[in-house]
Structure formats: C-alpha cells, structure tokens
C-alpha cells in the first residue's frame, strides 16, 4: 500500500530551527509537496520537489531524497505565525497525490 | 481574483438529508477536487475533474456524486447523509493534473455535520 509518515506534533521555539521529517512508501513517485495549513484555514503551497537536494525558498527550505523516500521542512527564524499543520504531499505514478495526516507544529515564545 | 470559493462554510444535516457543496474558481483552471480532511488522517481525494464533461472517483467516492458542466464549477453532492459523513470538505483547483507542478490552489472549507 502506500503510506506517507510525518510526526504528529512538534514543539519550537520562537526564533529557533525546527526540522520536520516526512518518510513516504508509493507507486511511483513525480513530486513531493509541502503545505501549511493553519488551524481553520485551507492548506497553503509552500514547496515541490522532483530532484534530489535542497530547495530554498526564504526562511523556508525543503530536501528530497528519492533514494530513501525521505524528505524534511526546515523552517529557520520560526515567527509564531508559523505555529500551524505542515502537510506533506507524494504525486504518485497516475499523478494522484497521496497525503500525510500533517504535523502539527506549535511555537513557544 | 476570488480563486477557489465554497459554500456554505458550515452545514447541519439529518441523517438522510440531502445536500449539494458548491464549489467554484475563477482561474480558468482544468483540474479540479474534492478532498475530505478526518482528524488524524491526511486528505482523502473523493472525486476529481480533469476537465469540463469529465469526471472520476477518488480514494472515497461511496455516497457522493459530482458534475462538471462547466470549467468554473465543480459541486458535489451528498445523496443521503450519514454520520460517516461529518467532516471538513476542501475543493481544489490547479492548472492541470498530468504533470508534476500540480500546485493546487484550496477553497476555504466547508464543515459538514451529519447528526
């Protein structure tokens, strides 16, 4: 079957580094996603990678390693808007997307 | 530009009842979803569109219907609501499903309760 795995819930502080991990087992595989989704709120696009490596995009970085199935959020200078769910995403062989149940991230000033 | 609008946001249903989510996006875009979010569960794809006329079931299409007469709107309907049912409806919308930069653009949510 196929499985993404992302940790439920994690805490940081304001100002800090926060490494949220996601681990994936699919049919194929073009593209992982990563979103944040605020508590009630739609998710929001924050990242895709196709490639191996890291994809940086301000504060915000993501890697993919295909190899392993394997890929992380790093957020860097957390803000306490960043307290929220992050939603790891896998496009599969028919483009279809497989979803993590998300990680919640709550933020400590 | 609106981008993905749903109504309504909240919604209490009876056991049985019917209804219809409405979903419309102003982007011109071809795909377009429907996704129920569960706590402790990831996004579960209920039926999607590739096109206008197209139409194709998701992960949990039981007990949900859908139409694409047009690009901008896609609603879904709930034939005969159960409990099971209680969620947080999303639709989605990007501008095309067959390649990997399938970003997809999320309308606001809709919280259905089936009591």
């Known amino acids: 079957g196929q499985n993404i795995d992302q940790p439920t819930e994690m805490t940081a502080t304001e100002g800090a580094i926060v490494q949220i991990n996601c681990t994936y087992q699919t049919s194929g595989f073009n593209g992982l996603f990563w979103y944040q989704q605020h508590a009630g709120e739609a998710p929001t696009f924050l990242s895709y990678n196709v490639l191996d490596g890291l994809e940086e995009k301000g504060r915000f970085s993501s890697f993919l390693s295909r190899s392993k199935g394997y890929s992380y959020l790093l957020l860097k200078e957390l803000q306490m808007k960043d307290s929220a769910s992050y939603l790891c995403?896998?496009?599969?062989?028919?483009?279809?997307?497989?979803w993590g149940a998300g990680t919640k991230l709550i933020i400590k000033p | 530009n609106a981008g993905v609008t749903q109504t309504p946001k909240f919604q209490v249903l009876k056991t049985g009842q019917s209804m219809t989510l409405q979903c419309a996006q102003d982007?011109?875009?071809?795909?377009m979803s429907w996704y129920r979010q569960d706590p402790g569960m990831g996004l579960r794809l209920i039926h999607y569109s590739v096109g206008a006329g197209i139409t194709d079931q998701g992960e949990v299409p039981n007990g949900y219907n859908v139409s694409r007469s047009t690009t901008e709107d896609f609603p879904l309907r709930l034939l005969s609501a159960a409990p099971s049912q209680t969620s947080v409806y999303f639709c989605?919308?990007?501008?095309?499903?067959?390649?990997?930069?399938?970003?997809?653009?999320f309308g606001a949510g809709s919280r259905l309760t089936v009591l």
């Open positions: 982007m011109n875009h071809e795909y």
């Open positions: 995403a896998v496009m599969d062989s028919n483009y279809q997307l497989i």
């Open positions: 989605a919308s990007s501008y095309s499903m067959g390649t990997g930069a399938n970003v997809l653009t």
